[in-house]
C-alpha cells in the first residue's frame, strides 16, 4: 500500500491562498484531495490519475482550486486560491492502489484504500 503524509495547512484569511503537499511512498493509480469539517461527511475535493488524464473537481471549488503532482519526487499539490470560510476543514490526500478507478470514482472517499492523516486548513472572514 502507500504511505501518505500532508503538510502545509495553515490559517489563512478569505480571499488568500495557500498550497498543501502530500509526500507519497509507493505507486497509485490515482490520488486526490479529500476534506472533512465538523458534522460533515468527508468530501473529494479534486481527484486525479497517475498515468495522466483530466483532473476531477468538485463544483464547490471548481475555479479556484487546482491539483497537480511531481512524479519525480512523487508528491501531491493542492493549490487553493481565493479561499472561503466554507473551505474550513481538515484536508487528507489518498490513493488507491491496486485498480484503475473510473472517473466517476476519483472523489469518491469509499474507493480509496490509501490515507494520510490530514492537515488542518481554516480560513477565517
Known amino acids: 500500500h502507500v504511505q501518505l503524509e500532508e503538510s502545509g495547512g495553515g490559517s489563512v484569511q478569505a480571499g488568500g491562498s495557500l498550497t498543501l503537499s502530500c509526500a507519497a511512498s509507493?505507486?497509485?493509480?490515482?490520488l486526490a484531495w479529500f476534506r472533512q469539517a465538523p458534522g460533515k461527511k468527508r468530501e473529494g475535493v479534486a481527484g486525479?490519475?497517475?498515468?495522466?488524464?483530466?483532473?476531477a473537481y468538485a463544483d464547490s471549488v471548481k475555479g479556484r482550486f487546482t491539483i497537480s503532482q511531481d512524479s519525480a519526487k512523487n508528491a501531491l499539490y493542492l493549490q487553493m486560491n481565493s479561499l472561503k470560510p466554507e473551505d474550513t476543514a481538515m484536508y487528507y490526500c489518498a490513493a488507491r492502489d491496486g485498480t484503475i478507478l473510473y472517473r466517476s470514482q476519483l472523489l469518491s472517499n469509499v474507493d480509496y484504500n490509501n490515507w494520510g492523516q490530514g492537515t488542518q486548513v481554516t480560513v477565517s472572514s
Open positions: 509507493g505507486f497509485a493509480y490515482s
Open positions: 486525479i490519475y497517475t498515468h495522466g488524464g483530466n483532473p
